[in-house]
Nanobody
Framework: QVHLVESGGELVQAGGSLRLSCTASGRTLSNYGMGWFRQAPGKEREFVGAVSKNGAGRYYTDSVKGRFTISRDNAKNTMYLQMNSLNSEDTALYYC?????????????????WGQGTQVTVSS
């Protein structure tokens, strides 16, 4: 079983950038396709993007395309989410998740393990 811990969330001004990290322990990260989700207060958990086990494949939800980039360093057991041009609609608790599939889907049910989340707040 893999244990995931997110970090890097903080308060940032609109237009700014942040990089979130997701560090795995217990199992090697390369065993898992990975994803990022977010959840704003009063809303359902929303898919942000996913990356394949070897990092070659990745895709994003439309609202973050061109602004967010997912990467991973399997040697460091860490996945990243680089977020640029942040706006108030990006304010949410951000979660990383691991899936046993090579390139996981957009649904919460596609993922087997979850971190506890890191808060991103964008001030306008």
């Amino acid at each position: 079983q893999v244990h995931l811990v997110e970090s890097g969330g903080e308060l940032v001004q609109a237009g700014g950038s942040l990089r979130l990290s997701c560090t795995a322990s217990g199992r090697t990260l390369s065993n898992y396709g990975m994803g990022w989700f977010r959840q704003a207060p009063g809303k359902e958990r929303e898919f942000v993007g996913a990356v394949s086990k070897n990092g070659a494949g990745r895709y994003y939800t439309d609202s973050v395309k061109g602004r967010f980039t997912i990467s991973r360093d399997n040697a460091k057991n860490t996945m990243y989410l680089q977020m640029n041009s942040l706006n108030s609609e990006d304010t949410a608790l951000y979660y990383c998740a691991a899936s046993l599939t090579v390139l996981p889907g957009r649904r919460v049910l596609d993922y087997d393990y979850w971190g506890q989340g890191t808060q991103v707040t964008v001030s306008s």
